[in-house]
């Protein structure tokens, strides 16, 4: 991917590092690379919270996770998987939520 180029605000940019955005095979790669990563990498570092994560889905590179514990521990797993991610320079966001979010082009409420 060494001769990929991004337009941005009708400037050019070279990729430096990455897949290019928008090729036709980015979808499947991020996807192959996100799945690999999770399943076989960060999974297997996380047992201790799978009783506090009571959803996971991810739909390419958004991550979607209800989470069933307090928001300390929610930072402190959250620092723990960006650790476990920098090495491939990926970097993931957290929100403290009330009653709605927005994932992808849906938003979900809580009842009650």
């Excluded at 036709?24 to 297997?44: G, M, P, R, Y």
């Amino acid at each position: 991917f060494d001769q990929s180029y991004v337009t941005f605000r009708n400037e050019c940019f070279k990729s430096l590092k990455g897949i290019p955005m928008g090729g036709c095979d980015s979808t499947q790669i991020e996807d192959i690379f996100l799945h690999w990563l999770v399943a076989d990498n960060i999974k297997d570092n996380f047992s201790s919270w799978d009783q506090l994560i009571v959803m996971f889905r991810r739909y390419i590179d958004d991550c979607f996770l209800i989470w069933n514990g307090t928001s300390r521990q929610f930072n402190a797993f959250v620092t723990k998987l960006n650790g476990l991610a920098s090495r491939f320079g990926i970097r993931f966001g957290s929100w403290v939520i009330g009653k709605e979010v927005n994932f992808l082009v849906v938003t979900l409420y809580l009842l009650g």
